[in-house]
């Protein structure tokens, strides 16, 4: 049903891939987001909070740097005052590298802008001589016609399968690498449009399905089976659905056991397309539509 959509939409769909580790750990851990690119001219549509992300790295970093230069002929217990002075610690992120996966050749600097009320964000590549993604969506003209009972697909990365990274202990910092794997797969996910979603002023600004989106597929597009991008992943809610178990008891592995089981429903929310559009216009972004 979305075979040919997901080949279209894979074309200007990006990953955003991130390490970082806390203070004084060597533990790295990884991270995801998506993208997609609306045009040639290197803007491209994410969520808020995916754009708040990115933005606080350069903060994060800035001052572990600090502590790298200023303690760097320091005793221990000098060490120790200046990291909680610039308030780093155990359990705080104190390092954070972010790359753009297949996105533009080179990224002299990036703007963000963010949407006031809704977890929408356009980013603007700066600085770049050659796009990395081979097509841009067509976003989808007739947004009246997206009714409930509708199948929609949502495309990202959820799956941080990427290894080109390590900790260099000689200079006490991360860095991306030239070997291990640089990409992770795509991943989609279908789901039925159950609902729409309106603000306190009755305006509809986003779309329920009924399946989740996963961790990683934040501000990748939600598009129908010809392509045409319906909207953008934006979070997943849980409802408590009531059918509560507890104190059951069961045979498991030919073991009795009792057991508790409280179910919910995981929906994924997008944001609606009309919303989108009305985004890019606001901020003099050409789009495609059709």
């Given at each position: 049903?979305?075979?040919?959509?997901?080949?279209?939409?894979?074309?200007?769909?990006?990953?955003?891939?991130?390490?970082?580790?806390?203070?004084g750990s060597t533990q790295i851990q990884k991270g995801s987001a998506t993208l997609f690119f609306v045009n040639q001219e290197g803007y491209?549509?994410?969520?808020?909070?995916?754009?708040?992300?990115?933005?606080?790295?350069?903060?994060?970093?800035?001052?572990?740097?600090?502590?790298?230069?200023?303690?760097?002929?320091?005793?221990?217990?000098?060490?120790?005052?200046?990291?909680?002075?610039?308030?780093?610690?155990?359990?705080?992120?104190?390092?954070?590298?972010?790359?753009?996966?297949?996105?533009?050749?080179?990224?002299?600097?990036?703007?963000?802008?963010?949407?006031?009320?809704?977890?929408?964000?356009?980013?603007?590549?700066?600085g770049f001589e050659k796009t990395l993604f081979t097509n841009i969506p067509k976003f989808k003209k007739d947004h009246a016609a997206i009714?409930?009972?509708?199948?929609?697909?949502?495309?990202?990365?959820?799956?941080?399968?990427?290894?080109?990274?390590?900790?260099?202990?000689?200079?006490?910092?991360l860095e991306w690498t030239s070997t291990g794997a640089m990409r992770s797969p795509r991943f989609p996910i279908e789901g039925m449009l159950?609902?729409?979603?309106?603000?306190?002023?009755?305006?509809?600004?986003?779309?329920?399905?009924?399946?989740?989106?996963?961790?990683?597929?934040?501000?990748?597009?939600?598009?129908?089976?010809?392509?045409?991008?319906?909207?953008?992943?934006?979070?997943?809610?849980?409802?408590?659905?009531?059918?509560?178990?507890?104190?059951?008891?069961?045979?498991?592995?030919?073991?009795?056991?009792?057991?508790?089981?409280?179910?919910?429903?995981?929906?994924?929310?997008?944001?609606?397309?009309?919303?989108?559009?009305?985004?890019?216009?606001?901020?003099?972004?050409?789009?495609?539509?059709?």
């Open positions: 049903m979305f075979e040919k959509a997901i080949l279209e939409t894979a074309g200007y769909t990006r990953a955003i891939h991130s390490i970082s580790r806390n203070f491209a549509l994410t969520c808020k909070h995916v754009a708040q992300w990115l933005s606080q790295a350069d903060q994060i970093n800035q001052k572990y740097q600090t502590f790298l230069q200023q303690g760097k002929d320091l005793s221990g217990g000098q060490r120790s005052a200046l990291a909680k002075k610039l308030g780093l610690k155990a359990d705080v992120t104190s390092e954070m590298r972010v790359t753009f996966v297949d996105c533009v050749d080179q990224i002299k600097n990036m703007k963000f802008f963010i949407h006031p009320e809704y977890d929408l964000a356009l980013i603007k590549f700066e009714n409930p009972g509708a199948m929609l697909c949502r495309l990202g990365f959820p799956f941080p399968e990427f290894s080109n990274f390590q900790l260099n202990s000689q200079k006490q910092s159950t609902r729409f979603l309106g603000d306190k002023k009755g305006k509809v600004y986003g779309m329920e399905l009924s399946t989740p989106g996963l961790r990683g597929q934040s501000g990748g597009p939600l598009f129908d089976s010809t392509g045409k991008v319906c909207g953008m992943q934006s979070r997943t809610k849980h409802l408590h659905l009531g059918f509560d178990i507890e104190d059951k008891a069961i045979i498991a592995h030919g073991k009795a056991k009792k057991i508790n089981d409280y179910a919910f429903i995981h929906l994924g929310e997008c944001i609606h397309v009309s919303v989108i559009k009305e985004f890019m216009r606001a901020n003099k972004v050409n789009f495609e539509e059709e």
